[in-house]
């Protein structure tokens, strides 16, 4: 049997498993409740009123990944690639959320921005902002779809409905409690899920090992599997003609995973940048990434590791048109006795749910600000904007319903997201860095290398697409990584160009000021006692979590 989006998977959940679920659907919908009482603004509703402290906000910006491209997506990868898909960690997550935490937080916390867009507008110019507002609002609905789809898989796993139908009644819950809540209901929401999420897969990992004969009883077997021996390995084979899982060299590995599509993602995203903006002061917003890339390092052993374990229990994954994303459902439905049914299923929603939480909170937050207010409908009273961004969050989630079934169509979501990053993160990721770091850079030169770099990126996976360029990328995931690569480069070079061109328009010393490296904010500190101590720092703790995270491949080289 090959597993396919249409097999009738149903796992044997019983009444104890079901209770455990209603009991945390019923505290999510209370958590939404409860935070409409604190939403007097539309700074509460869209950045929890700044008043967020760093290990909240750090481990909601990490729940707010560990949605159904970290659970399902990276399950998927471990069972495709093996171990190389830790490389979405440990060089290709930490590095860039360390840089965001010590390098550009400051600019986008100290700035005052509402949105990752707003900054834009200040840096360059309102065209930039416009452009990048109307992209990230498109991908966060095709990401929220995956989300979604993700999500209708596990109930129609749970009670048979048909897939519409679970995603339609999946996108009313989430839709219940972001509308309530806004941002404060998200993020305390992330920050309960993240502990159900990892209380739901250690039992897969235990039961799931202990049916294969441990860690030794894994690595005999997957040696056996079609992966072999450079499934257990993370840069064996990857030099330029060597064959590897990923069809990966170590240069699109470091430069196109590494740099270009973690940095763009890391750093740029909306949906994770809006929880360090809901941080207290300017040391929690530092803090909030770094906090996350801790236990960021261990999550591989939770999804990755399931990944493989199921890859071995079955074979039938490896078949020529196998859908990857069942490998957590099928392993979770042949390991876990009822009740720790109940707590693994309950996390995996609970992981899908966080995903599209901000994935929706980001897109209200953006469209409201960066396109309704500025261009549609100006100068009315906060709490004009306040209901417009509820009713927003309807239009996102009904927006997603229809990109779920978009995402339905790939066998491994993870290479459909990062398709995505390809085409709108590492471009913007270009642009900033550029802008941060050169004064000079032209309010045009921002919209015109966003603009030309984004296209370019979709160029080359069309290319891939066609069968152009198919051999020489080999994978859709090296075809990501080769695409984030060339859109970085080709927006670099136009921004640099068009900077040259339209040299006289560039921005004043005062205009840049607190948005370009070298040029201070006026903004005065807002540092609190103890954040001069060194587990408050930045810094410190940043190198700390790079060293961990680079230690990590020693046993795996």
């Keep these: 049997m090959i597993f396919q989006p249409n097999d009738d998977l149903r796992l044997d959940v019983n009444a104890i498993d079901y209770l455990m679920l209603a009991i945390y659907f019923v505290t999510v919908l209370g958590i939404g409740f409860a935070a409409r009482l604190t939403v007097r603004s539309s700074v509460d509703f869209f950045l929890s009123g700044r008043s967020m402290p760093a290990w909240i906000t750090g481990l909601a910006f990490l729940s707010a990944n560990l949605g159904a491209t970290e659970i399902l997506g990276m399950a998927a990868n471990g069972a495709q690639y093996g171990l190389m898909t830790t490389h979405y960690y440990w060089i290709g997550a930490?590095?860039?959320?360390?840089?965001?935490?010590?390098?550009?937080?400051?600019?986008?916390?100290?700035?005052?921005?509402?949105?990752?867009?707003?900054?834009?507008?200040?840096?360059?110019?309102?065209?930039?902002?416009?452009?990048?507002?109307?992209?990230?609002?498109?991908a966060q609905v095709l990401i929220a779809g995956i989300n979604l789809y993700a999500l209708a898989l596990v109930m129609r796993a749970l009670v048979g409905w048909p897939l519409p139908v679970s995603v339609v009644v999946a996108?009313?819950?989430?839709?219940?409690?972001?509308?309530?809540?806004?941002?404060?209901s998200a993020i305390y929401n992330e920050v309960l899920q993240f502990f159900v999420i990892v209380a739901g897969l250690i039992p897969v990992v235990i039961l799931g090992l202990k049916k294969v004969g441990g860690v030794s009883g894994l690595k005999e077997k997957i040696e056996g599997s079609p992966l072999g021996d450079p499934g257990l390995h993370t840069w064996a084979d990857t030099g330029f003609g060597q064959a590897n899982p990923m069809?990966?060299?170590?240069?699109?590995?470091?430069?196109?995973?590494?740099?270009?599509?973690s940095f763009g993602y890391w750093t740029t995203n909306f949906a994770e940048v809006q929880r360090g903006l809901s941080a207290k002061n300017n040391t929690a917003a530092r803090l909030t990434p770094i906090v996350a890339a801790f236990p960021k390092i261990f999550i591989?052993?939770?999804?990755?590791?399931?990944?493989?374990?199921?890859?071995?229990?079955?074979?039938q994954l490896s078949q020529p048109g196998a859908d990857y994303n069942y490998s957590i459902p099928l392993l979770m439905g042949e390991v876990l006795p009822n009740g720790v049914l109940g707590v693994a299923l309950t996390g995996l929603l609970a992981s899908f749910m966080a995903g599209m939480a901000a994935n929706i909170s980001g897109f209200n937050t953006v469209f409201t600000y960066d396109?309704?207010?500025?261009?549609?409908?100006?100068?009315?009273?906060?709490?004009?904007?306040?209901?417009?961004?509820?009713?927003?969050?309807?239009?996102?989630?009904?927006?997603?319903?229809?990109?779920?079934?978009?995402?339905?169509?790939?066998?491994?979501?993870?290479?459909?997201?990062?398709?995505?990053?390809?085409?709108?993160?590492?471009?913007?990721?270009?642009?900033?860095?550029?802008?941060?770091?050169?004064?000079?850079?032209?309010?045009?030169?921002?919209?015109?290398?966003?603009?030309?770099?984004?296209?370019?990126?979709?160029?080359?996976?069309l290319l891939f697409q066609t069968g152009v360029l198919r051999d020489t990328y080999g994978t859709e995931l090296n075809a990501s990584f080769w695409g984030a690569g060339i859109a970085f480069t080709v927006d670099v070079i136009v921004s640099i160009v068009v900077s040259k061109m339209t040299?006289?328009?560039?921005?004043?010393?005062?205009?840049?000021?607190?948005?370009?490296?070298?040029?201070?904010?006026?903004?005065?500190?807002?540092?609190?006692?103890?954040?001069?101590?060194?587990?408050?720092?930045?810094?410190?703790?940043?190198?700390?979590?790079?060293?961990?995270?680079?230690?990590?491949?020693?046993?795996?080289w």
């Design 247 to 261: 069809q990966a060299s170590w240069l699109g590995i470091v430069l196109g995973l590494g740099f270009v599509l």
């Design 371 to 461: 396109i309704w207010k500025p261009y549609i409908v100006k100068g009315r009273p906060d709490r004009y904007y306040l209901s417009t961004g509820r009713w927003i969050t309807v239009v996102g989630v009904g927006c997603g319903i229809f990109t779920a079934f978009i995402a339905a169509q790939y066998a491994n979501i993870m290479a459909y997201m990062q398709q995505l990053f390809s085409f709108f993160n590492a471009p913007l990721f270009a642009t900033f860095i550029v802008g941060l770091l050169w004064r000079k850079m032209t309010p045009w030169a921002g919209f015109w290398g966003l603009l030309i770099g984004t296209l370019s990126a979709v160029t080359s996976y």
């Design 503 to 556: 040299s006289r328009t560039a921005k004043s010393t005062e205009e840049l000021r607190g948005l370009v490296r070298g040029i201070p904010s006026d903004r005065p500190d807002d540092s609190v006692a103890g954040d001069d101590r060194w587990y408050r720092s930045p810094v410190k703790l940043g190198l700390g979590a790079l060293v961990l995270s680079l230690a990590c491949y020693i046993p795996f």
């Design 94 to 138: 930490v590095p860039a959320m360390v840089f965001l935490g010590i390098v550009m937080m400051p600019f986008y916390y100290k700035s005052g921005v509402h949105s990752v867009p707003e900054f834009l507008r200040r840096r360059f110019n309102p065209a930039t902002q416009l452009l990048n507002a109307v992209s990230f609002a498109i």
């Design 171 to 184: 996108a009313v819950f989430v839709l219940i409690y972001i509308t309530l809540g806004g941002l404060s």
């Design 300 to 315: 591989p052993i939770l999804t990755v590791v399931p990944g493989m374990i199921a890859l071995v229990v079955f074979p």
